[in-house]
């Protein structure tokens, strides 16, 4: 076997040439091979270079890119030098990729069958008599169930899970040399995350294919590549074993970035870098992280770091890494103590609510039947307190949006009631609720390129809520609006821009400035740093927590990611198919995990420790509703026990919402058979 790299990157520079006729780099003398076998990460924060490299490894550039230097060879030949048809070939056959929006990778209009088949009409010789059995293959290969059937479906018949899997089976189906994922399972909750990568992580070893993983999220990373590539301002500032580099940094930013990450076994407030990365062009003679980085001395300023060899052998960028070895891991503060939480002063009640969709149809509502399909949520009983934040975690489906829509009057409840302050009905559509208790009740979205008008400038999104709520005008509201984006760490100067010329980051802060614009009593977060890298979301956690800290205000915090939550959640209600199985302190639910469900949420979690292997349940299975009986978990429990589970309700043990749980098995044995899990670890490093 030939040990020529699949993919050589040699002193690549890609860039563009702007209005003023500079020419401003994206990427900076990239240096890169790819063997057979490989799984390497691209990792840093957005706007590094991740995906421009990634996609310039097939001969593809964003409009207005161009090469300024360098190549890239896949199996010996320039991607820059082939023409269109000679790309056409490789691409999507020995070169594939797997895209981090599945749902919108794939066509809404068009059955799996159709989809896969494309691939093979493409990229494959089989015949059309073989695609059939070729289109089963692979969804089995990708560990779909019952893939006959599933073929006949559309996109927005599957979960966000199996859609993803329907992506990855049809770059499969190219029998690819490469395959190139780009945040491939950032949409994705904990447990169908950690399946997705154990499953490439078995076809990497049974096919040989080699890997190239674009991420922020150095959980996934860790457990997925043998060694990692760090980029910083268009270049290669760090890249290693996947061991070294997450447990030894050798340079300043790559410890900046691991500070960054909330931890799953710690309540503490992850420490944001100051600044931000350069723009292109914004990089002078010396190293691009020289303003933001605390050794930097005059020498950085004025040389440029080359990529030499570190301590263990390892490339480093950084003319003072040696020092890196002897400082001390910073010291990351604990998420506060609300000392002054009084649960005699509730904000907010639920008391058995029931949440549903369905629209009964018309001779349902002639005949006053009862639906038959249970509701999406059902049965939730919450006490919030004046000054808390709540978690509300859980799969995919789970709910927890759901509940939200409902506080928000977005998706009034089916039953039961949810009372704000103890005097005002929140059981009603938004339309219908008194100005002052809009103003009170503000909700941050996940997206904030959905939530922004992207025709206003910043000035003009927090105007509108000042002028709504307290009928500001004039030099009044352009100072209470400077005082805004102050509070988010944003400049005055921010006032004239539009929504597009702010990163992700910059964008999420003006979100949370005009919720706060309200002077709300309850925030409502919904995934608010889900697309985030870990630097951003770091930021905007920090900042939250100070609001919060400044002004008394109350969160209901809505995450896939149990990390986050840990490290801003005084209490968490664990949620699954609408219904609550678990509610208690942070420090109760992640150090004494008693609910089976809770216990396979968090051993799915992936920590940026290679060494630390997820426990995931055997089998990943979608349910689409909860049974009509019994435990809504009761058809996944790894510790099920008997037909109780599928004909009686659980009970709740606990005294309180201190700590609770609904299972029939008493907490004592819970907490014993945790000890001797049946969740087992599963291995994903290759």
């Not at 890249?239 to 070294?244: D, K």
Request: hydrophobic residues 40%; charged residues 25%.
């Amino acid at each position: 076997m030939s040990n020529d790299p699949l993919i050589q990157v040699k002193d690549l520079s890609v860039g563009f040439t702007n209005r003023a006729g500079d020419t401003l780099s994206i990427l900076r003398n990239i240096d890169l091979s790819l063997h057979t076998g490989d799984t390497i990460g691209l990792v840093g924060e957005s706007g590094c270079g991740k995906s421009t490299l990634a996609l310039a490894m097939m001969g593809y550039l964003k409009t207005g890119l161009r090469v300024l230097g360098g190549e890239s060879d896949f199996k010996g030949h320039n991607v820059f030098d082939l023409d269109d048809k000679a790309l056409e070939t490789i691409r999507g056959g020995d070169l594939a990729l797997i895209p981090q929006n599945a749902g919108q990778s794939l066509t809404p209009t068009m059955r799996i069958e159709q989809q896969v088949n494309e691939a093979l009409l493409l990229h494959t010789k089989f015949s059309k008599d073989q695609w059939r059995g070729r289109c089963i293959e692979v969804l089995t290969q990708v560990r779909l169930p019952q893939p006959d059937a599933l073929l006949e479906r559309y996109p927005h018949e599957l979960s966000g899970g199996q859609q993803q899997r329907v992506a990855i089976a049809i770059a499969l189906a190219g029998e690819p040399d490469v395959l190139l994922l780009d945040e491939p399972t950032t949409g994705l909750d904990v447990t169908t995350q950690a399946h997705v990568l154990a499953l490439l992580c078995a076809l990497a070893e049974e096919t040989g294919t080699a890997m190239v993983y674009v991420s922020h999220d150095l959980g996934a990373i860790a457990q997925v590549c043998d060694s990692i590539v760090v980029m910083y301002a268009g270049e290669i500032v760090l890249s290693g074993t996947a061991r070294r580099v997450l447990k030894h940094p050798d340079h300043p930013y790559v410890r900046g970035l691991l500070s960054s990450i909330p931890r799953l076994k710690q309540a503490i407030v992850p420490a944001s870098m100051p600044g931000r990365p350069p723009a292109p062009g914004e990089v002078g003679n010396g190293c691009g992280f020289v303003d933001r980085c605390p050794l930097a001395e005059q020498r950085c300023h004025d040389e440029r770091p080359v990529l030499e060899a570190g301590i263990a052998g390892e490339r480093v960028r950084c003319h003072f890494h040696q020092r890196l070895e002897h400082l001390p891991p910073p010291e990351l503060p604990n998420r506060p103590e609300r000392t002054n939480l009084d649960e005699a002063d509730i904000i907010l009640r639920l008391e058995d609510v029931a949440i549903s969709y369905y629209t009964p149809g018309f001779f349902e509502k002639i005949l006053g039947h009862e639906s038959r399909v249970p509701p999406t949520v059902d049965k939730v009983d919450v006490t919030i307190c004046k000054g808390e934040t709540i978690g509300l975690v859980g799969e995919s489906g789970s709910g927890k949006s759901t509940i939200l829509r409902a506080i928000a009057g977005l998706q009034p409840p089916l039953k039961g009631s949810i009372e704000f302050e103890t005097t005002t009905n929140l059981n009603t559509f938004v339309d219908d609720r008194a100005k002052d208790t809009l103003r009170r009740i503000q909700l941050i979205f996940q997206n904030p390129d959905s939530s922004l008008n992207p025709r206003q400038t910043v000035g003009e999104i927090l105007a509108q809520p000042l002028k709504l709520y307290f009928g500001l005008q004039g030099e009044e509201l352009r100072e209470r609006i400077e005082a805004l984006l102050i509070s988010v760490r944003l400049h005055v100067d921010y006032i004239g821009r539009l929504p597009s010329q702010l990163s992700g980051g910059e964008k999420q802060r003006v979100a949370v400035a005009r919720a706060f614009a309200a002077e709300p009593d309850l925030v409502l977060c919904d995934e608010v740093t889900s697309a985030l890298d870990v630097s951003v979301q770091a930021a905007v956690i920090e900042l939250l927590t100070e609001l919060q800290s400044d002004r008394a205000t109350t969160y209901i915090f809505v995450s896939h990611d149990l990390s986050v939550v840990r490290a801003v959640a005084d209490r968490v209600a664990v949620l699954y198919q609408g219904r609550l199985c678990e509610i208690g302190s942070s420090e109760k639910v992640y150090d004494l995990p008693s609910h089976p469900y809770t216990e396979a949420l968090l051993g799915a979690v992936l920590e940026p420790d290679p060494d630390t292997e997820p426990r995931l349940m055997a089998e990943d299975i979608v349910e689409l509703s909860p049974p009509t009986s019994g435990c809504p978990f009761q058809r996944r429990c790894p510790r099920r026990i008997g037909e109780i589970c599928d004909r009686e309700t659980p009970p709740w043990q606990g005294a309180d919402q201190s700590h609770a749980i609904a299972c029939h098995i008493p907490l004592d044995e819970l907490l014993a058979m945790q000890k001797q899990p049946r969740i087992m670890p599963v291995a994903l490093v290759n």
